[in-house]
Nanobody, 117 residues
Framework: QVQLVESGGGLVRPGGSLRLSCTAS????????IAWYRQAPGKQRELVAE????????NYVDSVKGRFTISRVDAQNTAYLQMNALKPEDTAVYYC??????????WGQGTQVTVSS
């Protein structure tokens, strides 16, 4: 089992930056990919960014390309989502997600990001 805890959300003005953190515990060595999803009010949860730990390939939703960066899991078992040039439409609850090589999925509890002037 893998447990995930997010932090770093908050209120930021348009054009500003935030860095979200996702700290993993448990069977960390089994994580094959890590990702960030978001869910805005009244909308479906969508994939924002993902990184495969084996191939190191990344994938981003078109709306965040060039603005968001998903990091590798570092020595403190933490992955980050660096978000720059934030827009009001980025407002959502952001969730960390991991998947093991066996297909087991884990979700964090979510962290609120609000972009508003």
């Amino acid at each position: 089992q893998v447990q995930l805890v997010e932090s770093g959300g908050g209120l930021v003005r348009p054009g500003g930056s935030l860095r979200l953190s996702c700290t993993a515990s448990g069977r960390i060595f089994t994580i094959a990919s890590i990702a960030w999803y978001r869910q805005a009010p009244g909308k479906q949860r969508e994939l924002v960014a993902e990184r495969n730990r084996v191939t190191d390939k990344t994938n981003y939703v078109d709306s965040v390309k060039g603005r968001f960066t998903i990091s590798r899991v570092d020595a403190q078992n933490t992955a980050y989502l660096q978000m720059n040039a934030l827009k009001p439409e980025d407002t959502a609850v952001y969730y960390c997600f991991s998947k093991t090589s066996a297909g087991d999925e884990s979700w964090g509890q979510g962290t609120q990001v609000t972009v508003s002037s």
